[in-house]
């Protein structure tokens, strides 16, 4: 049942805590790819300012799209040693 659906049978005052695409919030995978599409786009429109605002997360991959990137950067960075990985859908 889709919630437009049902909408109109809720209480006044009843709230409802879940929205549609909210994953593209709260997977980790999509909220980066936003992220950086923000960015991209701020970029463009000669808006760095703002889009370095955007500098509070981590340099992240998302593999396998950005396994190239990701070896190039491993390479260059040998003398970091530390990387984490985290599994797509894995909480843990």
Known sequence: MHFDEVRHQL???VRVNHFRNHNEL???GHMVKNFKRMIS???REDRASEAAQYDF???TYLLPMEYGVFVED???QADKPIWIAKPTGKAQ
């Open 26 to 28: 709260t997977h980790k």
């Open 41 to 43: 786009n701020l970029r």
């Open 11 to 13: 209480a006044p005052h």
């Open 57 to 59: 997360f981590p340099v």
């Open 74 to 76: 491993f390479k260059r």
